[in-house]
């Protein structure tokens, strides 16, 4: 007779993929990526806050069927750096503290505000943002003891671990950093760098024609310059030739 062994924790298979599609929509995915590269940039000088997006997140060594992909989460205090999934364990046992979630027309509220709620709840996630576009329905949980309670007014809200403020302007999400700077998306951050691209440009041309112009004036001022050296010579001559014949320049009103 085999023995039947129970697999170790090595032998655990732990997929890459919950074989769900990252977004169902342009909007969705819009929204997702805003949002993941916004806080890149907020932290890229921070090498230990760690963000990603649809990344599954095991937080139990040896249950592969307990995780959950955020649409975006943040890890404060974890090394940037790619990863094929977050394991807990292997992360110096830090779960993400910041999840963020885009609502899709196929998401049901007891998948976002029960089922995942309840995950982020068990798993020590401090806040969880919720958005839903589709219903304009912005919706945020702060930590509290045990459990994750419903912040009570989301517009205006600052996160307390990220410091970014949510809005709803023309019922869009949008997002400031702490310095009040809008988190932009790709299209916005591009059409921003052809327009610096476009000023600095601008400014080279500017800077070409005043250095041609100062080159101009210092080349009259030197040919003014010459032409007085040459009347000055000129006049110095023609008073050494009055005074040998014995006329005082003095007399012509020469100087």
């Given amino acids: 007779m085999v023995q039947q062994l129970e697999p170790t924790t090595d032998d655990i298979l732990y ?79 830090l779960n993400p503290q910041v999840v963020f979630e885009i609502a899709s027309e196929t998401n049901t509220i007891k998948e976002l505000e029960e089922d995942k709620l309840k995950f982020y709840q068990s798993h020590e996630v401090e806040e969880y943002y919720l958005f839903d576009p589709n219903r304009i329905k912005l919706k945020g949980w702060l930590r509290s003891g045990e459990t994750l309670e419903p912040i009570p007014q989301m517009v205006g809200w600052v996160s307390p671990r990220l410091a970014i403020t949510f809005e709803l302007v023309e019922s869009e999400l949008v997002l400031y950093s702490p310095n009040g700077q809008r988190f932009a998306s790709y299209l916005e951050i591009s059409e921003l760098k052809d327009r610096a691209q476009q000023q600095a440009e601008q400014e080279r041309q500017r800077a070409e024609q005043a250095e041609e112009a100062l080159e101009e004036a210092q080349e009259a001022l030197n040919q003014a310059q010459k032409t007085l050296a040459q009347e000055r010579s000129r006049m110095k001559a023609l008073r050494s030739q009055l005074k040998a014949k014995g006329i005082d320049p003095k007399d012509l009103d020469l100087c």
Avoid: C
């Avoid at 074989?19 to 997702?32: C, H």
């Avoid at 000088?45 to 040896?62: C, E, K, R, S, T």
């Avoid at 249950?63 to 404060?76: L, R, S, T, Y």
């Fill in 15 to 93: 997929p890459e993929s919950d074989g769900k599609p990252l977004v169902d929509n342009t909007l969705q995915f819009e929204l997702i990526t805003t949002i993941k590269y916004g806080l890149e940039v907020l932290f890229k000088d921070d090498p230990n806050v760690f963000v990603a997006g649809d990344l599954l997140w095991y937080p139990v060594q040896g249950k592969p069927k307990i995780n959950q992909a955020p649409d975006v989460m943040v890890v404060v205090g974890r090394p940037k750096g790619h990863r094929r999934s977050y394991k807990t364990w292997v992360e110096d046992n």
